[in-house]
């Protein structure tokens, strides 16, 4: 079994930046694992925000290009989302992926 387990949510003005992280436990191949960030946002459905490889190679959806950075730290089991220049329509529900498994959410509110 897999747990993940995002922190790092919160309330912030626009133009703002949080850093969101998301720690994995249970059995698992960290460094071998992809992970992904995606995000909800109410009365939508969820949508994909950024991906990051084993190979470290990475990927992001164009809503978030140039402002969201997604990195990741094997020794600690830990995938990070950098989120700068932030915006009210970036208020979501932002959710931790490990293929197959999903964390239980950390709020983001970009509000004034």
């Known amino acids: 079994q897999v747990q993940l387990a995002e922190s790092g949510g919160g309330l912030v003005q626009p133009g703002g930046s949080l850093r969101l992280s998301c720690v994995a436990s249970?059995?698992?191949?960290?460094?071998?694992?992809?992970l992904a960030w995606y995000r909800q946002a109410p009365g939508k459905e969820r949508e994909f925000v950024a991906h990051i490889s084993s190979i470290y190679y990475t990927d992001y959806a164009d809503s978030v290009k140039g402002r969201f950075t997604i990195s990741r730290d094997n020794a600690k089991n830990t995938v990070y989302l950098q989120m700068n220049s932030l915006t009210p329509e970036d208020t979501a529900v932002y959710y931790c992926?490990?293929?197959?498994?999903w964390g239980q959410g950390t709020q983001v509110t970009v509000s004034s």
């Open positions: 992926n490990l293929p197959g498994y």
């Open positions: 249970g059995s698992i191949f960290f460094s071998a694992s992809a």
